[in-house]
């Protein structure tokens, strides 16, 4: 046995698992160590706080003059990471929360998605900008909005929205790779979600089946991805086989995984956080249904919040959002054990 005890096994290092803010700031650190091009810009996001949620803890620190505060502007911090990127920099900027977005759409939506189409592709803006989501803090309707559909719908514009420490570590490269202007998503509950991290590269317009299955899919993205999982390890007790598709990638998105899942399991949910109602789920619902016209069992669900701002009051915020009982009551009328329900 060569000096292991006979009925034993060896194990080799364990991997500490790692938050998703802690892959942020971990990854941050590398792009500003790598390349010179790469800073920071944002509101607070400077030491000692390293912004409202601490993601950028430590970094002006080690990087001084390369993350900057900025005034209480979001049309001047898009603005300005703009001009940098026209100018040969990489900058991150930082909008505090994504409802704050509005400020700024101007700057998104006709500069930065558009100046390389109307430079007939002279002109390239690596930009990237941060944004987090406080849905279920209780943080009330100002600050809780799930807006991605707002950016998928604008051409010139890459959006991506990652659920686990890797993907984020992952995505935030490739966004900070690209020439065109990424939008990173980061949802503030799941900042706290841990797992090991990988070093994996993870192209934009990848989506991962999370959990195999042979009876229905589930399509989703960011948080909700760890519901889903979760709910379909509840369901498999009872013989229910679900797979779960992680988007990560909303534009451009991997309509191929999608297609090819449901054409497998001929029934489709669609779980994201966002209002119901114009949200991205109606894009894939309609991917689906036209790419698996004539397979499917049943019509395609979609799950997401209610058509109301989102509450300040605990309880009712709990309502207005998406959560696992209201998934799992959607898988079972895709699956025909239960009567249809308007979302």
Known sequence: MNGAAQGTTEVGPQVAPVSVRTAINGVLDELLHADDR??????????????VFGVTRGLSTRYPGRVRDTPISEQAIVGAAIGAALAGMRPVAEIMFMDFLAVCLDQLVNHAAKL??????RTTVP?????AVGGGLGVGAQHSQMLEAWLVHVPGLKVVVP???TDARALLVSCVEDEDPCIFLEQVPNYAYKEPLEDLKVRLGSAVVR???SDLSVITYGRQTHDAVAVAGELSAEGINVEVVDLRSLAPLDTETVLESVHKTRRAVVFHEAVVT????????????????GELASPVERVGAVASPLPYAKGLERLALPGRS??????????????????
Request: aromatic residues 4%; contains cysteine.
């Open 211 to 213: 959990r195999e299955g």
């Open 326 to 343: 209201r998934l799992t009551e959607a898988i079972r009328r895709a699956l025909g054990e239960s009567s249809p329900s308007i979302n």
């Open 127 to 131: 930009l990237v900008v941060r944004t």
């Open 278 to 293: 114009g949200g991205f789920g109606a894009e894939i619902s309609t991917l689906i249904s036209a790419g698996c016209f």
């Open 38 to 51: 790469v800073v920071l810009l944002g509101e607070d996001i400077e030491d000692p706080g390293g912004g």
């Open 116 to 121: 390389r189409y109307m430079s007939g592709g």
């Open 163 to 165: 659920s686990t420490p």
